[in-house]
């Protein structure tokens, strides 16, 4: 199969799918809402001769095309979510729902995979079984993690999993690749040291939690400077701290928010028993007691190595080395693929959205999909799903 004429069969379909994103794009959907999007792209996969599950996660579709004897099986995945901002492009097919936007390009992602699932099921040169994963609440809400705990894996087993996302600033019609940890883990914590008010007059009668909130954000400090390897990264944050409304009273408590980051599952881990320990030990020193609340938001994002390896082999193949980025440097961003490669084996990498035209970061009201991106994304999926089920 010569890649000139893969890339001319993608072509063919690629204009359909840009109205369809653009359809995506008109009417956005937030996290667990994606109603109409599952409907659009059940509607599709059945269509094309996918047998279609719904409802995994809420509105997660997956669909599933047997081919050949094969027994090995893939999984490709796209999210469906847009978020909560007020489009400010002014293109003709903004959104219609004020208030959501398609932001983050997560419309981009839906249609580049339905244009390579329609490739695919016409064209069938693989042999074995596709899953093509169509996940809610990417942004913020853990669909992935919800479509994983009620049985993703065991209802379409698969021998690897891969995801794309859009990145701005990228050359159009590029790739990018990271071997291991790709994206940071970020969590959330917050501190409550409680003690006892009393007269500032007086603070011998007190137990002063301000004092101990004050040393605790000092020693916080000390986490990233003496107990992570300087060869690893992680970011300990107090975003806030507050304690007492007057000059003249002691407070009886005092509150501290904190941003956590690591690019490993175990600094991640030293962080948290660190910040545990010295929340506690801080407080009991003050005469003071802490409580430590910590939720976990996505975890670090690792591509495995040998699919890594074997995308970034197809992607220059498709496209040459020069429009393949090799290990680029991590981004200290999130995402909940990570979830999902925790369980599989896998790769999740970058499309090139333009450095000119495309090149607004994620998240801002001024931000589009680049329809340019989206031959170069389809073919990928095609070529990698053909390479994979060999
Ligand atoms: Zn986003
Ligand atoms: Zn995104």
Redesign the pocket.
């Given at each position: 199969m010569q890649m000139n004429a893969l890339r001319e069969e993608i072509a063919t379909i690629v204009p359909q799918m840009i109205e369809v994103r653009h359809h995506i794009h008109q009417h956005p959907e937030l996290a667990y809402e994606e109603h109409a999007t599952a409907d659009l792209v059940s509607a599709r996969l059945a269509e094309w001769g996918y047998a279609v599950h719904r409802g995994l996660g809420g509105t997660g579709v997956v669909g599933q095309l047997r081919h050949g004897s094969g027994t090995k099986s893939i999984g490709l995945r796209a999210d469906m979510d847009a978020?909560p901002i007020v489009e400010a492009t002014g293109l003709p097919y903004a959104s219609r729902h004020h208030g959501k936007m398609h932001a983050?390009g997560h419309d981009g992602h839906t249609a580049t995979l339905l244009a390579a699932a329609q490739h695919l099921a016409q064209t069938r040169r693989f042999d074995g079984t596709l899953n093509l994963i169509f996940q809610p609440a990417?942004?913020g809400g853990a669909g992935a993690k919800r479509m994983v705990e009620q049985g993703l894996f065991e209802l379409f087993p698969c021998d690897a999993i891969f995801a794309l996302h859009n990145a701005p600033g990228r050359p159009l019609g590029s790739l990018a690749f990271r071997s291991g940890a790709a994206l940071a883990s970020a969590d959330s914590v917050t501190i409550v040291i409680t003690g006892k008010g009393g007269h500032a007059a007086m603070p011998h009668f007190s137990r002063d939690p301000l004092v101990a909130g004050a040393s605790l954000v000092m020693a916080l400090q000390t986490i990233v400077s003496r107990n992570v390897n300087p060869l690893d990264t992680a970011v300990v944050t107090v975003g806030a701290f507050q304690s007492g409304v007057a000059n003249n009273v002691i407070p009886a408590s005092a509150r501290l928010e904190l941003s956590v980051r690591a690019l490993s599952r175990e600094v991640r881990l030293l962080l948290k028993k660190r910040i545990h320990a010295l929340a506690d030990a801080q407080a009991r020193s003050f005469d003071c007691s802490a409580e430590v609340d910590w939720r976990d938001g996505y975890p670090v994002l690792v591509n495995t190595p040998d699919e890594t390896a074997f995308a970034a082999q197809v992607a220059i193949e498709l496209l040459g080395a020069d429009k393949v980025e090799i290990d680029p440097p991590p981004v200290t961003g999130s995402e909940d693929f990570a979830f999902m490669l925790e369980h599989r084996p896998g790769c999740y990498l970058f499309l090139g959205n333009g450095d000119g035209e495309g090149s607004c970061m994620?998240?801002n009201p001024g931000y589009d999909f680049n329809d340019g991106a989206m031959e170069t994304g389809a073919a990928f999926w095609s070529l990698l799903t053909e390479r994979f089920l060999k």
């Amino acid at each position: 199969m010569q890649m000139n004429a893969l890339r001319e069969e993608i072509a063919t379909i690629v204009p359909q799918m840009i109205e369809v994103r653009h359809h995506i794009h008109q009417h956005p959907e937030l996290a667990y809402e994606e109603h109409a999007t599952a409907d659009l792209v059940s509607a599709r996969l059945a269509e094309w001769g996918y047998a279609v599950h719904r409802g995994l996660g809420g509105t997660g579709v997956v669909g599933q095309l047997r081919h050949g004897s094969g027994t090995k099986s893939i999984g490709l995945r796209a999210d469906m979510d847009a978020l909560p901002i007020v489009e400010a492009t002014g293109l003709p097919y903004a959104s219609r729902h004020h208030g959501k936007m398609h932001a983050c390009g997560h419309d981009g992602h839906t249609a580049t995979l339905l244009a390579a699932a329609q490739h695919l099921a016409q064209t069938r040169r693989f042999d074995g079984t596709l899953n093509l994963i169509f996940q809610p609440a990417e942004e913020g809400g853990a669909g992935a993690k919800r479509m994983v705990e009620q049985g993703l894996f065991e209802l379409f087993p698969c021998d690897a999993i891969f995801a794309l996302h859009n990145a701005p600033g990228r050359p159009l019609g590029s790739l990018a690749f990271r071997s291991g940890a790709a994206l940071a883990s970020a969590d959330s914590v917050t501190i409550v040291i409680t003690g006892k008010g009393g007269h500032a007059a007086m603070p011998h009668f007190s137990r002063d939690p301000l004092v101990a909130g004050a040393s605790l954000v000092m020693a916080l400090q000390t986490i990233v400077s003496r107990n992570v390897n300087p060869l690893d990264t992680a970011v300990v944050t107090v975003g806030a701290f507050q304690s007492g409304v007057a000059n003249n009273v002691i407070p009886a408590s005092a509150r501290l928010e904190l941003s956590v980051r690591a690019l490993s599952r175990e600094v991640r881990l030293l962080l948290k028993k660190r910040i545990h320990a010295l929340a506690d030990a801080q407080a009991r020193s003050f005469d003071c007691s802490a409580e430590v609340d910590w939720r976990d938001g996505y975890p670090v994002l690792v591509n495995t190595p040998d699919e890594t390896a074997f995308a970034a082999q197809v992607a220059i193949e498709l496209l040459g080395a020069d429009k393949v980025e090799i290990d680029p440097p991590p981004v200290t961003g999130s995402e909940d693929f990570a979830f999902m490669l925790e369980h599989r084996p896998g790769c999740y990498l970058f499309l090139g959205n333009g450095d000119g035209e495309g090149s607004c970061m994620v998240h801002n009201p001024g931000y589009d999909f680049n329809d340019g991106a989206m031959e170069t994304g389809a073919a990928f999926w095609s070529l990698l799903t053909e390479r994979f089920l060999k």
